[in-house]
């Protein structure tokens, strides 16, 4: 797990720690010291922690006048015993709300594992949306079942077709769009 790195390609657009607006903004991660693990493996250095004991993420794009964010995740999310939600929407999403972001895209291809509890913090961070949603996309399927087990995925969107976006070779903002459509017309088939 010390190998796999958050994705970089996008640093020429944006930079958390540069982005005063951004809850990493002035975080410093070391380049050579492995600092934190997920249980007892280490995990690469440039991986940012928000108090979570197993999740971590990167901030890899917020656009403040489009008003969404882009966030790579890494590690276990466990709300049944870590409560990794709490920490996720108290340290992370809700700076990013109270700096006018409502629309969420989480990569989740390098989350292993998700053990789910109760349903509060999902539904808070979704009514605080004001129009916006939550995208999820390449989770690992047995990651999106516990998603589905629990009714969480009534607060995220997962589209199956979306699996199959090159989003690395994508720019911020093209991602962005591909993303909106796709919410747009799942909103239009809910509501017809």
């Given at each position: 797990m010390h190998t796999i790195e958050p994705f970089y390609n996008w640093t020429k657009f944006y930079v958390s720690s540069e982005d005063e607006n951004s809850p990493f903004y002035k975080y410093k991660n070391s380049e050579v010291y492995y600092t934190h693990a997920v249980y007892n493996y280490y995990?690469?250095?440039?991986?940012?922690?928000?108090?979570?004991?197993t999740l971590f993420c990167k901030v890899l794009f917020a656009d403040y006048e489009k008003h969404f964010v882009i966030?790579?995740?890494m590690g276990e999310w466990n709300d049944c015993t870590q409560l990794d939600i709490k920490f996720f929407k108290?340290?992370?999403?809700?700076?990013?709300?109270?700096?006018g972001i409502n629309k969420f895209i989480l990569i989740g291809e390098n989350v292993y594992n998700f053990f789910a509890t109760e349903d509060g913090y999902y539904e808070e961070w979704y009514q605080e949306l004001e129009g916006g949603w939550i995208f999820a996309m390449n989770f690992r399927e047995h990651v999106k079942k516990e998603f589905y087990d629990y009714n969480l995925h009534y607060y995220f969107f997962f589209d199956d077709n979306c699996e199959e976006i090159p989003w690395r070779t994508l720019t911020p903002h093209?991602?962005?769009a591909v993303v909106e459509e796709v919410v747009q017309n799942e909103n239009k088939f809910l509501n017809e």
């Open positions: 995990i690469h250095p440039q991986w940012d922690f928000f108090d979570a004991a966030i790579e995740l108290w340290n992370v999403i809700e700076k990013f709300i109270d700096k093209n991602l962005f």
